[in-house]
C-alpha cells in the first residue's frame, strides 16, 4: 500500500524488526528462551537469534560483532542505551509478576513497579548487555491498544 505526503511517497507506518547488538549472543538467547520463556523463530550459532514477538514483528539479538561489520561502529560511554523496550499488561499485579520472572532469569537492575504521575505503573529490568525493559500497565486509550 502507498501513501503519499503532499508529492512525496511516505513509508508505511510500522515497525517489522527490533534488533539488539549483544556482547555475547548464547548468554542473551538463554537469559530471553530460558529465563523469561520466550521462543525462538530461527538461530544461528554465533550470530543471531531471532523471536516472533507479534503480528508481523520480530525481537533479534544479533552478535555484537556481526552487527558492528554491518551497520557500523557502536558508540558507547556511561549510563544506559537512550531508549527502552516496553512489555505492557494489563494490572500492576502482572507488572510486578513479570517483574519477578526477569529478576529469576538474572535480570540486574531491576527496579520495582510504582505508580507513576501519569497514571499507570511500571517498573524496569536490564538484559544481559543493559538494555532497559520497562513492564508497564498504561490506563490510557493508547495503553489499551497494545494489549492482546
Not at 19 to 34: G, K, M
Not at 36 to 52: K, N, R, S
Not at 93 to 116: I, K, T
Request: proline share 6%.
Amino acid at each position: 500500500m502507498s501513501m503519499t505526503c503532499g508529492s512525496v511517497e511516505a513509508m508505511d507506518q510500522r515497525i517489522s524488526f527490533v534488533t539488539l547488538a549483544v556482547a555475547d549472543l548464547e548468554r542473551s538467547r538463554a537469559f530471553y528462551l530460558d529465563g523469561l520463556g520466550w521462543t525462538e523463530a530461527l538461530h544461528v550459532p554465533g550470530d543471531v537469534c531471532m523471536i516472533e514477538v507479534g503480528h508481523r514483528v520480530v525481537f533479534s539479538l544479533w552478535q555484537r560483532e556481526h552487527f558492528e561489520a554491518e551497520v557500523g561502529a557502536i558508540s558507547s560511554g556511561p549510563g544506559v542505551a537512550p531508549f527502552t523496550l516496553s512489555h505492557n499488561v494489563a494490572t500492576s499485579a502482572e507488572v510486578d509478576a513479570a517483574l519477578e520472572v526477569a529478576r529469576a532469569a538474572g535480570a540486574d537492575p531491576v527496579q520495582p513497579g510504582q505508580a507513576r504521575e501519569w497514571g499507570g505503573y511500571t517498573g524496569y529490568f536490564g538484559d544481559p548487555d543493559g538494555y532497559r525493559w520497562e513492564i508497564a500497565t498504561n490506563p490510557g486509550p493508547i495503553g489499551q491498544k497494545v494489549l492482546p
